[in-house]
Structures are given as C-alpha cells and as structure tokens.
C-alpha cells in the first residue's frame, strides 16, 4: 500500500528536550512538508523540501530544524528552543510542483510538559 | 484580518441534507482551491482541488470558487453520518508551493 506513515502516534517529553518526529512515504513524491495544528487554527507550514538536499523555511520555522536526505524520508526535529512545542503535526507530501495536490500521514500528537 | 476566514461552527444539519461549507479570501493572487476533510485525531484528506474560477463536481460533493467575490463553497448532497467531520478549505496561489489554510468547519451529520 502506498502512502506516508508518521512516528509514533502519540509522544511526550519534558521542557528542554529535543524530540524527532518521523516522516516516510513510498508514493515517489519529490516533494515533503510539515505542519503544525493548533486547536482554534488552520494548519501552518513548518518546512517544505521539494527536492532530496534541500528544503525552505515556512511560516513559523524558529525552535524546528530538517534534513532530507533521502527522497523518502523528511524527519523534523523540535528543539528546546520551541517555546510552545505542544502541538498536532502533520507530514505531507506531493509530486513536484503539484503542491495543491498534496496527501497527508495521520499526524503525531506532541506533548511537552 | 487572515488571508482565509472559514466559520469554525459547528454546523449540525439531519443527514440527507445538502450541505454548504464556505471560506472566503483576500489575496486575490490565490489560484489553486482545495478542499480537505479530516476526522478526529486522523490526517486531513484530500476532497477535490480546483483551478481558477468554476464548479467542480466528485461524486456527492461539488466545490465552487467565485474568484470575483473571493468566495469558494464545497456542497455535499445527501448527507450522511459519515461525513461528520472537519473540513478545512486551502489555497495556492501559482508562484510559490505554501499552502494558506482555513481554521475549519466542524461538521455533524444527525441520523
């Protein structure tokens, strides 16, 4: 079955901790993203990469860091420095440049305490 | 004021009925219209997309943009249960690839 598969469901960690949150997908998508939902607000874009070895800032990158060094793979890490890091994140993918056709994984719940 | 207002309701309507969900907009740059429903704790997933003006038409759901009033719906005909859920609209403009999203529209249909 193709689709994207984040990692793990539901996570905790303690203020000061960095944390990585998985991404895969074996749709031979070229291009990735991560997002943020908040209750009450749209999702926001973190990071976007649409080719392996690089990847954009989005809206609200400060306190998150990426790589994409493989096309399948797009891991995100939250840093200490994230003041609010409890959050819903969301993978996504899509072909290149056919970023309003884009297919999301379900989601990995954060919560830092 | 955001780029994109969508009424966060709830909005309860008795299945059967036909639906309307709508987000309006400001940037009149915006190109690309999507429309994506997402259940509780799960990923959004993808509806319909369209580009520019017109209706599009999937199986019981339809989604329209007025680009002149700036104004994009997603109607649902003959509702059922299963369609209880969060429906969020999104919207690219063409020359960069960054999705700007609504807050979303709960949505309950009443058996």
């Known amino acids: 079955d193709g689709g994207i598969t984040q990692s793990p469901k539901y996570l905790f960690r303690k203020e000061g901790q960095n944390v990585t949150l998985s991404c895969e997908q074996n749709l031979n998508h070229d291009a990735m993203y991560w997002y943020r939902q908040d209750p009450g607000q749209g999702l926001r874009l973190i990071y976007y990469s649409q080719i392996v070895n690089d990847f954009q800032k989005g809206d609200i990158a400060e306190g998150y860091s990426v790589s994409r060094e493989k096309k399948e793979s797009f891991p995100l890490t939250v840093t200490s420095a994230q003041k609010n890091p409890t959050a819903f994140y969301l993978c996504a993918s899509s072909m290149a440049l056919r970023a309003y056709e884009q297919y999301f994984g379900p989601g990995t719940r954060l919560t830092v305490t | 004021q955001k780029e994109v207002e969508q009424d966060p309701g709830p909005l309860s309507v008795p299945e059967g009925a036909i639906v309307s969900l709508n987000c309006t907009y400001s940037?009149?740059?915006?190109?690309?219209f999507m429309w994506y429903r997402q259940y509780s704790r799960k990923g959004p997933e993808l509806l319909m997309y369209?580009?520019?003006?017109g209706n599009k038409e999937d199986g019981r759901f339809t989604a329209q943009v007025d680009k002149s009033s700036k104004y994009i719906s997603l109607f649902i005909r003959d509702s059922q249960p299963s369609d209880s859920a969060t429906y969020l609209c999104a919207m690219k403009t063409g020359g960069n690839e960054k999705l700007t999203f609504g807050t979303g529209t709960r949505l309950t249909i009443i058996p």
């Open positions: 940037n009149s740059a915006f190109q690309y």
């Open positions: 369209t580009y520019s003006s």
